[in-house]
T-cell receptor, first 114, second 113 residues
Framework: DQQVKQNSPSLSVQEGRISILNCDYT??????FLWYKKYPAEGPTFLIS?????DKNEDGRFTVFLNKSAKHLSLHIVPSQPGDSAVYFC?????????????FGDGTTLTVKP | GAGVSQSPSNKVTEKGKDVELRCDPI?????LYWYRQSLGQGLEFLIY????????KSGLPSDRFSAERTGGSVSTLTIQRTQQEDSAVYLC???????????FGDGTRLSIL
């Protein structure tokens, strides 16, 4: 049973437009969520996180939204740039019960076209 | 550099051989994680170490897999009697504390012939 799902394997957007990447989870114990970005042949790099006590966190062009009732989070990138083209992983952890262990989705490949 | 370092970057070995993968975490980071990423898949949790606590080994797929962390710093992931299904990229990450974002190395690409 996959507890963190990214149902879109790929997404293509035009430069300057908004990119929206989605993530669904099933474990109601998850209370901390992160997005990582991964370029080919490199390890993932942390992008942005959100705690379950919030419903929105913003950092520059990146905003993460959390809908706890729907067990859904999304990452918005505005405006999208060609350098944003990468694989984006959603991750979740149950900090209160199992602090260190993060569960990752399978990733969404974002392509931003110039 | 100051990031997480993994070696080797690539490893090709024959089925049945043992392999050791090394991870040098960021200095001062108390938490260290190992993940595996098979082709087209997400990151599969293997094991994590936090300070002097007993490691969480719940993700290790079989008893052929083991890991240790010496002196609270360098970690070695060992796979005994490798099988073809062990072929994957093995990623190591560390974090300042267990509730912090993780910093990843570039991984070891393991290929079992």
């Amino acid at each position: 049973d996959q507890q963190v799902k990214q149902n879109s394997p790929s997404l293509s957007v035009q430069e300057g437009r908004i990119s929206i990447l989605n993530c669904d989870y099933t474990n109601s114990m998850f209370d901390y969520f992160l997005w990582y970005k991964k370029y080919p042949a490199e390890g993932p790099t942390f992008l942005i996180s959100i705690s379950s006590i919030k419903d929105k966190n913003e950092d520059g062009r990146f905003t993460v939204f959390l809908n706890k009732s729907a067990k859904h989070l999304s990452l918005h990138i505005v405006p999208s740039q060609p350098g944003d083209s990468a694989v984006y992983f959603c991750a979740a952890s149950a900090v209160r019960t199992n602090a260190g262990k993060s569960t990752f989705g399978d990733g969404t490949t974002l392509t931003v076209k110039p | 550099g100051a990031g997480v370092s993994q070696s080797p970057s690539n490893k090709v070995t024959e089925k049945g051989k043992d392999v050791e993968l090394r991870c040098d975490p960021i200095s001062g980071h108390t938490a260290l994680y190992w993940y595996r990423q098979s082709l087209g898949q997400g990151l599969e949790f293997l094991i994590y170490f936090q300070g002097n606590s007993a490691p969480d080994k719940s993700g290790l797929p079989s008893d052929r897999f083991s890991a240790e962390r010496t002196g609270g710093s360098v970690s070695t992931l060992t796979i005994q009697r490798t099988q073809q299904e062990d072929s994957a990229v093995y990623l190591c990450a560390s974090s300042l504390e267990e509730r912090q974002p993780q910093h990843f190395g570039d991984g070891t690409r393991l290929s079992i012939l």
